[in-house]
């Protein structure tokens, strides 16, 4: 009898951890753990786009109405926890020329989107007043399904 209910209890324990949802799960590549002066390798992370998952399901507008476009997995890439309040963060996405997007998530019903930057078809970023707290990163490209590596930059 014992046995049994021991394994009633391990069978149960090994559905809620596969039935968590994914949006809920870790990042594909980790998460940045930052303080004000945090240093350039803090602030540092590397990817790989890709997934069929619509970013603008998601959040459709930011609160500044930009789009949100794009596709990546829908477990975010990355998470960044700023330990205190940021005056102002760059975020960026480096792919060497391919076409991406950023979705950034966080506290409060903060959405923040970007896409082409001037010349360049990947988004950077710019905004003031960061609460602290957890913020969850998409970089998307503009077609789904597309695997390009890319680094992705934070600065105050």
């Known amino acids: 009898m014992l046995?049994?209910?021991?394994?009633?209890?391990?069978?149960?324990?090994?559905i809620a951890l596969t039935a968590t949802p994914v949006l809920s799960q870790s990042a594909n590549f980790g998460t940045l753990t930052l303080?004000?002066?945090?240093?350039?390798?803090?602030?540092a992370a590397i990817g790989t786009t890709?997934?069929?998952f619509s970013l603008p399901s998601l959040v459709n507008r930011?609160?500044?109405?930009?789009p949100?476009?794009?596709?990546a997995e829908e477990t975010p890439d990355h998470i960044i926890d700023l330990e205190a309040d940021f005056n102002?963060?760059?975020?960026?996405?480096?792919?060497?020329?391919?076409?991406?997007?950023?979705?950034?998530?966080g506290p409060n019903g903060f959405a923040l989107c970007g896409d082409?930057?001037?010349?360049s078809q990947d988004p950077s970023v710019t905004r003031s007043n960061f609460e602290a707290g957890e913020y969850k990163i998409w970089v998307g490209t503009i077609n789904p399904n597309q695997a390009w590596n890319y680094t992705l930059t934070v600065r105050e």
């Open 3 to 14: 046995r049994q209910r021991g394994s009633q209890v391990l069978i149960a324990m090994v």
């Open 35 to 43: 303080s004000p002066g945090f240093s350039s390798d803090e602030g």
């Open 50 to 52: 890709g997934g069929s």
């Open 62 to 66: 930011d609160r500044e109405n930009n």
């Open 68 to 71: 949100c476009l794009g596709y």
């Open 88 to 105: 102002q963060l760059q975020i960026a996405v480096d792919s060497g020329g391919q076409d991406t997007t950023l979705l950034i998530t």
């Open 116 to 119: 082409d930057t001037g010349a």
